[in-house]
């Protein structure tokens, strides 16, 4: 009685585990499998190579919400930095990059981040138990 009871209790565990480790791995590859569509936002970030007054700042903030697409966006004139995010189905990074330095005449360069870096930036490390589930799974499903 005890063993059927314990063999009940551990199937019904193990099919649990079994069931809530398929959900995450399915949720896995929706997430990061690349799909654009006019829900998705992206982010970018442009590197100014000149020093960015906070009226600069305030200038180039107006000018980029003014953008087809663009969504939010954060200067930060000690730094020289500016980070936005846009609806890649609506516009362009590079081509927001090309018409701000042309329109405002700013001495800016669109970062784009290597290869490495995507990586490292990724929490699902190259080498985490989570990165070995998701390829397993890619490599099922392709």
């Known amino acids: 009685m005890k063993n059927t009871k314990l063999k009940k209790i551990v199937l019904t565990v193990l099919s649990v585990f079994v069931l809530l480790v398929a959900v995450l791995a399915v949720h896995i590859y929706m997430v990061t499998k690349p799909a654009t569509d ?7 970030r442009l590197d100014f190579k000149q020093t960015i007054l906070p009226a600069d700042a ?9 953008q087809k697409g663009v969504e939010h966006v954060l200067c930060n004139p000690k730094t020289n930095i500016v980070v936005f995010t846009y609806y890649p ?14 329109n405002l005449h700013y001495n800016l ?4 981040p290597t290869a ?5 930036g990724c929490p699902v490390a ?17």
């Open 116 to 120: 490495a870096e995507m990586q490292g």
């Open 89 to 102: 189905v609506q516009n362009n990074a590079d081509v927001i990059a090309a018409n701000l330095k042309a």
């Open 38 to 44: 006019a829900h998705t936002k992206v982010m970018a």
């Open 58 to 66: 305030s200038t180039i903030t107006n000018w980029l919400y003014q």
């Open 109 to 112: 360069v669109r970062y784009k």
């Open 126 to 142: 190259a080498g985490s138990a989570t990165a070995r589930i998701y390829s397993s799974i890619s490599n099922i499903l392709h």
